[in-house]
Nanobody
Framework: QDRLVESGGGSVEAGGSLRLSCAHS?????????NTWFRQTPGKEPEGVAT???????LYADSVKGRFTISADYRWKTLYLQMNNLRPEDTATYYC?????????????????WGQGTQVTVSS
C-alpha cells in the first residue's frame, strides 16, 4: 500500500520561498503515470499546480509558471515543489497525489493516492 506524506509548508511573506516535499512509501512511485501537486482553499475544488509524468513531461498551471518547479528524486521516492516569489493568492493547503490514469492531469477525480496536505500561508 502506497502512502504519501507531505512536509515543508509554513508561513512566509510575499516574495518568499518554500520547498514542499512528498515522501512516498510503497513500491509504486516510479510506476505512477503522474505525480502531481494540487492545492485547495476552503469551499473550492483542488486545483492542479504541477505534475511530473512518467514519460518525463512536466506541466504547470498558468498561475505558477516561472515561479514553481516540480522535481522528483526516484532513489528516495520523493516529490518536491520549489515555490519562489510566493504571492498571497498562493495561500492554500497543498497536497501531493498520484495516479496510474493517463487522463487530464489536473483533474483530481483521476487520482487514487493522496497525502494529508500541508498548509502554505503567504502574507502581504
Amino acid at each position: 500500500q502506497d502512502r504519501l506524506v507531505e512536509s515543508g509548508g509554513g508561513s512566509v511573506e510575499a516574495g518568499g520561498s518554500l520547498r514542499l516535499s512528498c515522501a512516498h512509501s510503497g513500491p509504486s512511485f516510479g510506476r505512477f503515470w503522474a505525480n502531481t501537486w494540487f492545492r485547495q482553499t476552503p469551499g473550492k475544488e483542488p486545483e492542479g499546480v504541477a505534475t511530473q509524468r512518467r514519460d518525463g513531461v512536466i506541466l504547470y498551471a498558468d498561475s505558477v509558471k516561472g515561479r514553481f518547479t516540480i522535481s522528483a528524486d526516484y532513489r528516495w521516492k520523493t516529490l518536491y515543489l520549489q515555490m519562489n516569489n510566493l504571492r498571497p493568492e498562493d495561500t492554500a493547503t497543498y497536497y501531493c497525489a498520484a495516479t496510474f490514469s493517463t487522463a487530464v492531469w489536473h483533474s483530481p477525480v483521476e487520482y487514487t493516492h493522496w497525502g494529508q496536505g500541508t498548509q502554505v500561508t503567504v502574507s502581504s
